[in-house]
């Protein structure tokens, strides 16, 4: 078996991982023409990849796995039995939308996992107060006179050379404390609670995971959060205040993070604008029709199954669901 990981973010020159969409629909071509025995894997992680097979004349075997999901299918060359073709399949795949259009069915083996994490307060984020109080020390037990004019100019300087520290300290900590985050494999739900207040997202509605971070030894210490987008206002921010291992939580919940490097990983909401959210419904509209053309033929009991689990669907998908059901009833 032939296997690449897939990444949309650069991480690494290896020739076994891909992060680009050309390069990755251009090796399943050349594997494409080779008509060869060998299985083509490609997996972005361990709990969602494609396998793909020739299946001699008649096209191929599509084997995708997605959490505790997995679809199974021969695709045609020409892919009018099943109404796509491979390469619509794997472009799904690498924009992550196999889930939203496909008719995956559920393996009870896989751990119905919870998963929750809690504020602490990680000594690493101390040491950098070293840098900026030592200096001063040394001079108080230096200067025997204990100059008042000198020490309050050492002390503004301090002052403004540790400002950028204590913004991101105070900042991650009003984010972090009185935090907890719980995610739910079963439920495919993500909830965080600070504050008094809860914010709940499904899986299914989660559009984008950025994880920001900062050099690996900077001086103002190692600071990194994850920016958890759902639609056009909800987010959920992480910090590594609160789980330092911020990738792992991207893997449970399915989505390939994009990793954003920063010198001052200063926390943004990055809420949309009114005119964002306005493209963003007509994109959603655009999507729930083309979904309605894909789904026309389906029964009405199969489009009332859609919208009874509308956490392993997009919002685009069950509007579409709903739109179709509207016309079976005129």
């Given at each position: 078996?032939?296997?690449?990981?897939?990444?949309?973010?650069?991480?690494?020159?290896?020739?076994?991982?891909?992060?680009?969409?050309?390069?990755?629909?251009?090796?399943?071509?050349d594997f494409a023409d080779t008509h060869s025995d060998e299985v083509l894997r490609f997996e972005f992680n361990k709990r969602y990849y494609v396998e793909v097979a020739h299946a001699r004349s008649e096209g191929f075997f599509l084997n995708?796995?997605?959490e505790q999901h997995s679809f199974e299918t021969l695709v045609p060359y020409d892919g009018v039995k099943t109404g796509f073709t491979i390469e619509e399949f794997?472009?799904?795949?690498?924009?992550?939308?196999?889930?939203?259009?496909?008719?995956?069915?559920?393996?009870?083996?896989?751990?119905?996992?919870?998963?929750?994490?809690?504020?602490?307060?990680?000594?690493?984020?101390?040491?950098?107060?070293l840098f900026f109080v030592l200096p001063f020390a040394f001079y108080l037990f230096e200067d025997k006179t204990f100059n008042p004019q000198a020490t309050k100019k050492?002390?503004?300087?301090?002052?403004?050379?540790?400002?950028?520290?204590?913004i991101l300290f105070f900042q991650y900590l009003f984010y972090s404390?009185?935090?907890?985050?719980?995610?739910?494999?079963?439920?495919?739900?993500?909830i965080m609670k600070r504050g008094g207040k809860e914010i709940a997202v499904r899986f299914s509605e989660i559009t984008q995971i950025r994880i920001i971070?900062?050099?690996?030894?900077?001086?103002?210490?190692?600071?990194?959060?994850?920016?958890?987008?759902?639609?056009?206002?909800?987010?959920?921010?992480?910090?590594?205040?609160?789980?330092?291992?911020?990738?792992?939580?991207?893997?449970?919940?399915?989505?390939?993070?994009?990793q954003e490097p920063s010198f001052?990983?200063?926390?943004?909401?990055?809420?949309k604008s009114a005119e964002d959210v306005a493209e963003e419904k007509e994109e959603m509209v655009e999507k729930a029709n083309e979904m309605a053309q894909r789904w026309k033929n389906k029964s009405?009991?199969?489009?009332?199954?859609?919208?009874?689990?509308?956490?392993?669907?997009?919002?685009?998908?069950?509007?579409?669901?709903?739109?179709?059901?509207?016309?079976?009833?005129?």
């Amino acid at each position: 078996m032939r296997t690449y990981l897939c990444s949309r973010t650069p991480k690494s020159e290896s020739s076994q991982r891909i992060d680009d969409q050309d390069e990755f629909l251009k090796i399943f071509r050349d594997f494409a023409d080779t008509h060869s025995d060998e299985v083509l894997r490609f997996e972005f992680n361990k709990r969602y990849y494609v396998e793909v097979a020739h299946a001699r004349s008649e096209g191929f075997f599509l084997n995708c796995f997605h959490e505790q999901h997995s679809f199974e299918t021969l695709v045609p060359y020409d892919g009018v039995k099943t109404g796509f073709t491979i390469e619509e399949f794997l472009d799904d795949f690498w924009n992550h939308r196999v889930r939203q259009k496909y008719n995956f069915d559920e393996n009870e083996e896989i751990r119905n996992a919870n998963f929750t994490a809690k504020f602490r307060f990680p000594l690493r984020t101390l040491f950098p107060v070293l840098f900026f109080v030592l200096p001063f020390a040394f001079y108080l037990f230096e200067d025997k006179t204990f100059n008042p004019q000198a020490t309050k100019k050492i002390l503004m300087i301090m002052f403004a050379v540790s400002t950028p520290y204590w913004i991101l300290f105070f900042q991650y900590l009003f984010y972090s404390r009185n935090a907890e985050l719980n995610i739910s494999s079963g439920e495919k739900l993500v909830i965080m609670k600070r504050g008094g207040k809860e914010i709940a997202v499904r899986f299914s509605e989660i559009t984008q995971i950025r994880i920001i971070r900062n050099q690996e030894k900077p001086i103002l210490g190692q600071w990194s959060y994850m920016r958890i987008v759902a639609g056009p206002q909800k987010r959920i921010i992480v910090t590594d205040l609160l789980h330092e291992e911020l990738e792992k939580i991207a893997e449970l919940i399915g989505v390939e993070p994009f990793q954003e490097p920063s010198f001052y990983p200063f926390i943004l909401q990055k809420k949309k604008s009114a005119e964002d959210v306005a493209e963003e419904k007509e994109e959603m509209v655009e999507k729930a029709n083309e979904m309605a053309q894909r789904w026309k033929n389906k029964s009405k009991e199969e489009l009332e199954a859609i919208i009874d689990r509308n956490d392993e669907y997009a919002d685009y998908a069950i509007e579409a669901a709903k739109q179709l059901l509207k016309q079976k009833a005129k």
